[in-house]
């Protein structure tokens, strides 16, 4: 089998520095980037080719990796002017990395079966650290030959690969670990600030969590964000982690069934986002309730 020719669409916090180990692995042929100048330094920094078009990275490469904010921006990627859709090359394989809902990845599926290629929807579960680490753990549904294809791709980018079924079923997947991670978040979240307020200081409330039974690996990750909060990098935005949720819900309403704990944390960010922390981390919903509590923030925020 001839080596793989990897174009990677959305350089963002996790596209990166995925990017970098396609590169160190010798599969990155080019990227692209919504922002060229990004595009440009991971190019001049890899030695891939910058693109200045969707249609352009379909062009070179014969495996497309898509790791995008949301469906506008994927589908944007796809079938927008220049899109991938123009010049897909014959048996190309997508490879959908974005958290996205599952009736999206099977229309952008037909689409591209349309246009003589294939996809498959692999997102990942990690953190920017386990990006850089290529430890995330990946997410797999679509066709086993597709995902046979680009194994070398995938391995290069995760050290734990799930094939959960058809298409759609790793978007799926994503949606439900994510439920557990904004539900950890949400958890961590308030037990700190309550920690806080019966007079424990807040790295030694954090030594014991990061020491119990709630000691998930999310908790040691996200322990800077939490602890020094005016400090830490945004690894994830409210309302980004809004749009995951109302997918969440959107999906569970589908199955017939609810999901109160994921109600009530949607409720909780829209009411921190409505509150001046849209640009923050997921983590400032601990801030948002150390402000709420010291009636310093509107408690009530929208309702859903």
Partial sequence: MSQLRVGFAGLGRMGRPMARNLARAGLLAGVYNRTRTIADEVAQETGAASCATPAELAELADVLITMVVDEEASMRLYGGPDGFLEALRPSTVGVEMSTVSIDHVRALGRR?????????????????????????????????????????????????????????????????????????????????????????PRRLAYDVFAQSAVAAPFVHYRREAFEFPEDAPVTMLLPTAGKDLDLILKLADDRGQTLPQAELNAGILQAAVAAGYAEADISAVAEYLRQRAAGTVDGQGPTR
């Fill in 112 to 200: 591209v079966e349309e246009a003589g290629g294939s996809l498959v929807d692999v997102p990942v579960s990690g953190s920017v650290s386990m990006a850089e680490g290529a430890t995330l753990t990946l997410l797999a549904g679509g066709d086993e030959a597709a995902l046979a294809r680009i194994d070398p791709a995938l391995r290069v980018l995760g050290s734990t690969i799930f094939h959960l079924g058809p298409l759609g079923q790793g978007a799926a997947m994503k949606l439900a670990v994510n439920t557990v991670v904004y539900g950890l978040n949400e958890a961590l979240s308030e037990g700190l600030v309550l920690a806080e307020s019966s007079g424990i």
